[in-house]
C-alpha cells in the first residue's frame, strides 16, 4: 500500500520503527497546526498497528480484513473522538474508560484518537482529569493518539504521560514538488497553494481542489480607508475564519515585496500585480511591516487565548486602517 501521507516522513518512520520492534506507547500527543496532517498520520498509525499483512517496508498492505474494515471507518478497535459541540465532554471520556479496558476484538489493540483535545482545557470542563486517570494505569493493549492545535493548553500532567511528536510545516520547495506530483500541475499552480497554505499540507489541498483564482480578489481592507469600516470589515473576517488571516498576510507581503524591489516570481499573487502597483504609493515600509505583525499577533492571541473573537479582529481592523 502506498503512502499518501505528504511530509514528516521522520515521524512516519518512527511509528513505522515502534510498530515493527513491537514497542507501541500507551499514549501519543501530535501537535500542530490544522490541516497539518495530525489525523491523517494517525490513521495511517492505527492501519499499521491492525494491518494482519505489512508489507517488507514497514507499511500497510490495504487487502486485508482489517485494511478493509479501516478504509471503509468499519474497525471495531478503531473509534475516534471529537468534540460534541464546543468541546469533548465528560460523558465522552466515561465512555472510552468503560470500553477500554475489554480486550480487542480482532486487532492487538485497541485505538483511540482524540480530536482537538485543547477543547477539554476550559476550567469548568472536568473531561481533562477524567482522560488523566486512563493515562496514568492504560490498559496493556490499548493506545490513545491526542491530537491538538494548541499544545499549551494541554494539561502539563496529560503530556508527561504521552511521547509527544510535534508536526510542522513543509518547506515551500517541497510541498510545491509534492503537490505537482500528487496532483499533476504545473509548478505555478502548486507553488501558489504551497506559499497561501504556508506549508500546511492540508490547506495546500483544499486551496488546489477549490481553485486558487479567489485568492486573487484584493482583500477589501487592503483598500478601504474609513476607520469606521473596521467593525464591518471584522465581521466578515469571522465568518471566513483564522485562514483568511494568514492570507491577508500574504497580501501585505505582497506590497512590501514591490516596495523593495524583490523578483515578481517570489511574489504569491502574482495574478494581481498591476492592482498590488497601485496600492504600493499608500503603504510606507514600516507600515508594512507593522500591519504584518498585528495581523500575525492577532491570529496568535485568537489561537492561544479565549478573548471574543469579534473584539480582536475589530481591534486589528482599526489598527490597520489608522495605521494608513
Not at 479501516?70 to 475516534?80: M, Y
Not at 460523558?91 to 468503560?98: A, P, V
Not at 495581523?295 to 487565548?305: A, D, G, Q, W
Request: glycine share 4%.
Amino acid at each position: 500500500m502506498e503512502n499518501a501521507i505528504l511530509g514528516h516522513q521522520n515521524i512516519v518512520t518512527q511509528l513505522q520503527n515502534a510498530v515493527t520492534s513491537e514497542r507501541v506507547a500507551g499514549a501519543y500527543l501530535f501537535a500542530g497546526e490544522q490541516g497539518i496532517g495530525k489525523e491523517t498520520v494517525a490513521l495511517y498509525f492505527a492501519n499499521l498497528i491492525l494491518c494482519e499483512q505489512r508489507t517488507e517496508e514497514s507499511s500497510p498492505c490495504g487487502e486485508c480484513r482489517a485494511c478493509r474494515k479501516l478504509k471503509s471507518s468499519n474497525h471495531p478497535d478503531l473509534r475516534i473522538i471529537r468534540p460534541d459541540g464546543a468541546q469533548i465532554k465528560i460523558d465522552q471520556i466515561r465512555e472510552l474508560q468503560q470500553q477500554i479496558f475489554y480486550q480487542p476484538l480482532e486487532g492487538p489493540r485497541k485505538i483511540y484518537i482524540l480530536a482537538n483535545t485543547e477543547r477539554m482545557s476550559n476550567p469548568n470542563n472536568p473531561a481533562a482529569n477524567a482522560l488523566l486517570k486512563t493515562l496514568e494505569e492504560p490498559p496493556a493493549a490499548s493506545t490513545l493518539i491526542l491530537l491538538t492545535e494548541n499544545i499549551e493548553s494541554i494539561l502539563l500532567t496529560i503530556r508527561s504521560r504521552c511521547q509527544i511528536l510535534t508536526f510542522y510545516p513543509m518547506s515551500i520547495e517541497e510541498l510545491t514538488l509534492a503537490l505537482m506530483n500528487r496532483f499533476s500541475i504545473d509548478k505555478e499552480t502548486a507553488s501558489t497553494a504551497a506559499i497561501l497554505s504556508r506549508g500546511i499540507v492540508g490547506k495546500a489541498i483544499t486551496l488546489i481542489e477549490e481553485g486558487t483564482s479567489e485568492t486573487e480578489t484584493i482583500p477589501e481592507i487592503l483598500e478601504e480607508t474609513d476607520p469606521l469600516a473596521a467593525f464591518r470589515l471584522a465581521e466578515q473576517f469571522v465568518e471566513k475564519g483564522l485562514d483568511s488571516l494568514d492570507e491577508l498576510i500574504t497580501w501585505y507581503r505582497d506590497l512590501l515585496f514591490l516596495q523593495q524591489g524583490v523578483p515578481v516570481e517570489l511574489m504569491t499573487h502574482t495574478n494581481a500585480l498591476d492592482k498590488l502597483q497601485t496600492l504600493v504609493p499608500r503603504y510606507p515600509r514600516i507600515r508594512l511591516q507593522q500591519a504584518i505583525q498585528t495581523v500575525f499577533e492577532t491570529k496568535e492571541l485568537l489561537k492561544r487565548t479565549n478573548v471574543t473573537k469579534i473584539f480582536a479582529l475589530e481591534i486589528m481592523c482599526l489598527k490597520l486602517l489608522q495605521g494608513r
